[in-house]
């Protein structure tokens, strides 16, 4: 039975853009680690959490751009990246997580901040950053 929504995409093309936010991602880090463990994990979650119909090709496509962006200068782009890469590190760390968050004052209301700003700047630019 027809839908009158877009029509799903392919799994060859869910895998194409994985690889294509990978590589970028991956360029706009330098390959550092542990933040290519972070833009990894990051996207393996968003790609098996997500169902299919929540694909958007506009903003995997800017997505794609600010990422390349990142990649090929260190301006802003790059220091949001790395800023999200170690974010994500530190929040999934668990050895440090009590040690960090105690040291830096960070507390439930401070990652609710960070998430708020980081859907804020996905929906003004029109990106997938996750």
Known sequence: MPTGGPPLPSRLTILHTYRHLLRAGLIAIQYSVPARYAI???????FRERPP??????????????????????????QIVRNLCFVHYWQNN????????AQLGLTPATYQSYDETL??????AELDLV
């Open 53 to 78: 119909i929540s694909f958007n090709q506009t903003r995997i496509d800017n997505t794609l751009e600010f990422l390349r962006a990142a990649g090929e200068r260190v301006g802003i782009e790059h």
């Open 40 to 46: 990894r994990d990051k996207l393996r979650k968003s």
């Open 94 to 101: 668990s050895r440090f997580r009590r040690f960090v968050s």
């Open 119 to 124: 859907r804020l700047l996905n929906q003004s």
